[in-house]
């Protein structure tokens, strides 16, 4: 058990990848370079054969599956191998600096609970595309303006094991939930600078990522566990409302729902008001 311990490394690097990536050696390689003791879990579909390097074969863990279809369900499913207190979440689309993936670590081991990606500046004459929208939205409702579309739906993006166990399996299959218990728990989140800048491998891998209609379903998903925990009005009072007005029979005034006695015979109310505004149009017909 105490060999056990001992060889528990830093941290753990998940990697879900769709075939024999030809990134997956290079980001071996910048794993490597990152003055960590680091695993590689690497999950693919079990049809695929991933060949790994023999420099590196003692530290990568190939976990074959085809229980998960896009890049979220990989991830989550190589979380629940990570032995690291650091887990640091990638794919096979993209390359990262050794020097941006130690921000990352930095961050988790500095005090962070998650560490994402500082999203581009926004620029008002850009339109911006709906997941990206989506992104801002959620961030908005849970006050977290200042991250602008920063979230977890986008790699890389590294968390540890306390936060893991908060989001769960679901928080990582569907990101914005995972988002929205984080922030419900007072987790610490920070933002890190992609510098030097990520580089999107530019072969087409399209069949584990996301469509926007899947996107925009998640978020949805998300809005609904807020709007579920903070009732129909925003945990707002309801005021001097009367709702129960509007399920009686017959015609009421519509003001009649927000007054419940709407009081004409004495001036300064707003019955009074109106009753006086009525009889001057009436005189002057």
């Known amino acids: ?14 990697i879900p990848v769709s075939d024999d990536a030809k990134t997956l050696r290079q980001m071996l390689e910048n794993v490597n370079r990152m003055a960590f003791s680091a695993e590689v879990i690497v999950v693919c579909p079990t049809w695929t ?38 887990v640091l979440f990638l794919d096979e689309r993209v390359i ?11 961050a988790i081991k500095n005090g962070a609970d998650i560490a994402v990606t500082e999203s581009a500046p926004f ?13 801002r939205l959620l961030n908005h409702l849970l006050g977290l303006v200042d991250f602008g579309d920063s979230t977890m739906s986008k790699v890389p993006y590294a968390c540890n094991q306390r936060a893991l166990e908060i989001m769960g399996y679901e928080g990582l299959c569907t990101p914005p939930v995972g988002w929205v218990k984080a922030v419900k728990e007072k987790l610490a989140i920070v933002k890190i600078s992609p510098e030097p800048a990520i580089q999107w491998w530019n072969a087409s891998r399209d069949t584990m990522k996301k469509s926007k209609s899947q ?7 998300a809005i609904r566990t807020i709007l579920d925990d ?10 001097e409302r009367y709702r129960s007005l509007l399920k009686v029979p017959g015609r009421l005034h519509l003001r009649s729902v927000f007054y419940q006695q709407p009081n004409e015979s004495k001036r300064g109310k707003w019955g009074g008001k109106r009753k006086k505004k009525q009889t001057n149009v009436r005189k002057k017909r």
């Open 123 to 135: 620029r008002p004459d850009n339109k911006l595309a709906a997941p990206r929208q989506a992104y």
């Open 215 to 221: 996107v925009l379903h998640d978020h949805t998903k």
């Open 49 to 86: 054969r991933i060949s790994v390097p023999q420099a590196y074969s003692s530290r990568v863990h190939v976990i074959p599956s085809d229980s998960f279809h896009t890049y979220d369900q990989g991830r989550s499913l190589g979380s629940y191998h990570a032995r690291g207190e650091v």
């Open 230 to 239: 903070i009732g129909r009005r925003g945990g707002l009072p309801d005021g």
């Open 96 to 106: 990262v600096a050794p020097a941006l993936l130690k921000k990352y670590v930095t």
């Open 1 to 14: 058990m105490d060999n056990l311990l001992d060889d528990r490394p830093e941290v753990s690097v998940v």
